[in-house]
């Protein structure tokens, strides 16, 4: 087993991999930007090395820091998290050229799954249903409007390099798709630095049924079950859920195969998520491959208890899957809240300041993933996540008793949050039976 990893990530997520690596004996170097020097985590690792300024740019996202971060504390392996550099497969390749184990699918599969569109493309060869769309990038306003013409109005653009709803548009006619084609290739090169889009016929009303893949070195592909992701808003997810509710069993086996023959097909190591929708009528369409651990990766480890970062580890490590697909079972309902630094008054910008005051709820089932303390101070440099908040019941019914009386629990003081927005969503009547789609949180907020 590895004695020493590097944690290249900061937060939540980096107290997240210390804690597993604690437990496994391994040794954890943390990085950190100036902003991030109080930060929790850097308490928990054995070294901690400053990588550079608050901005991204110069620290999280500066591969040459990080690389010589790494060097100076002779790690073996590094740990991306989410986010950041956790999807780039020139770091992932960086890594493997500089004989550090990279704790992820190898450089050339997330590059072939960063491509959408190729990603697509390899769906619709394993006969893993897609949404009817262009089966290619989009050349030009003749080839969008002749692939709007076949699938119909509306359509939604989509960046080829993209990916969690960034950069979509939706087009109801020849005249907004031209319109928008232009916007969505200047944003697509801003944001992607590739200005590549395709199209999809836009699915309406649908859920976001998301599926956890693991896979060693040696060929083992199994999945731990479904998230159900639909609870979002400007497709940043706001709660998931597993299992999904109102889900026939017939189709969540369906999805979880399909996500098994995509990985499979793509060799995938390591742990991955296949992102699904599931339209009005019951019918599933692929729409991504996520090649990094996820946010919301708690509620699989609840329901299965399978700590999914030690399974990272050891895969990367070499070792084989000693999970067997017979022997996973789900047990009961688990839920997670993200909790933002949030303004709800002010279009939920980030809201950053100092943390006067912070209680984390209890008590059985109720777990807490959170790096945020009494004075510390939220950083305007990152995305707004305090910390998550999941529960794990039985039953659905007691799951979501519980997330409201731990949300009522939490103490947050010093900066708005998302928890008076979580306590509307699980108090609704339609959150309650599972009736969600993609809409929801926008009606919701509507009807407020
Ligand atoms: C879609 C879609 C409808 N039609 N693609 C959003 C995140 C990214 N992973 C893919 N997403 C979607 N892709 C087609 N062709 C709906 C979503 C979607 C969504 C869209 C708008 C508002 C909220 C959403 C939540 C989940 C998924």
Request: aromatic fraction near 6%.
């Amino acid at each position: 087993m590895f004695s020493r990893i590097l944690v290249a990530n900061r937060g939540e997520i980096a107290l997240r991999i210390i804690r597993t690596c604690k437990e496994l004996g391994i040794e954890t170097v943390a990085v950190y930007s100036k902003a991030d020097k109080d930060a929790l985590y850097l308490q928990y690792a054995d070294a901690h090395v400053c990588i550079g300024p608050g901005e991204s740019d110069g620290s999280y996202l500066n591969i040459p820091s990080i690389i010589s971060a790494a060097e100076i504390t002779d790690i073996e392996a590094v740990h991306p998290g989410y986010g950041f550099l956790a999807e780039n497969s020139h770091f992932a390749e960086v890594c493997e050229s500089s004989n550090i184990v990279f704790i992820g699918p190898s450089s050339e599969v997330m590059t072939k799954m960063g491509d959408k569109t190729q990603a697509r493309n390899i769906a619709v060869e394993n006969k893993i249903p897609v949404i009817p769309g262009s089966d290619s990038a989009i050349e030009n306003q003749q080839h969008a409007l002749k692939v709007a013409h076949e699938i119909g109005y509306p359509v939604l653009i989509k960046a080829s390099f993209g990916g969690g709803g960034r950069g979509m548009r939706v087009a109801h006619n020849d005249m907004s798709l031209v319109n928008s084609l232009a916007i969505a290739q200047r944003e697509a090169k801003v944001a992607f630095k590739d200005s590549s889009i395709y199209m999809e016929k836009y699915i309406e009303p649908s859920r976001h049924i998301e599926v956890q893949i693991v896979a060693d070195k040696y060929g083992n592909v199994i999945h731990l079950g479904e998230r159900d992701c639909t609870i979002q808003r400007r497709h940043q997810k706001l709660l998931e859920q597993t299992p999904a509710p109102n889900l026939k069993d017939q189709l969540r086996e369906d999805i979880c195969k399909a996500a098994i023959k995509l990985a499979k097909a793509v060799n995938y190591t390591n742990v991955g998520t296949v992102e699904f929708l599931v339209d009005g009528e019951g019918k599933y369409y692929f729409i991504e491959m996520n090649t990094r651990l996820q946010v919301e990766h708690p509620v699989t480890e609840m329901v299965t208890g399978i700590d999914l970062v030690k399974e990272q580890i050891r895969i990367a490590h070499g070792e084989r899957l000693n999970l067997r697909q017979k022997k996973i079972k789900s047990e009961g309902v688990s839920i997670e809240c993200r909790i933002n630094a949030e303004d709800p008054d002010n279009g939920f910008r980030p809201y950053a300041g100092k943390i006067t005051m912070c209680s984390a709820p209890g008590g059985k089932g109720v777990r807490v993933d959170s790096h945020v303390y009494a004075g510390y101070e939220v950083p305007p440099y990152y995305d707004s996540l305090l910390g998550k908040l999941i529960v794990h019941k039985k039953n659905r019914e007691e799951a979501i008793a519980c997330m409201k009386r731990a949300l009522s629990e939490y103490r947050i003081e010093g900066v708005k949050t998302t928890i008076p927005l979580h306590l509307n969503i699980i108090s609704d009547p339609r959150f309650v039976t599972g009736d969600i789609d993609t809409h929801f949180v926008e009606n919701l907020m509507d009807e407020k």
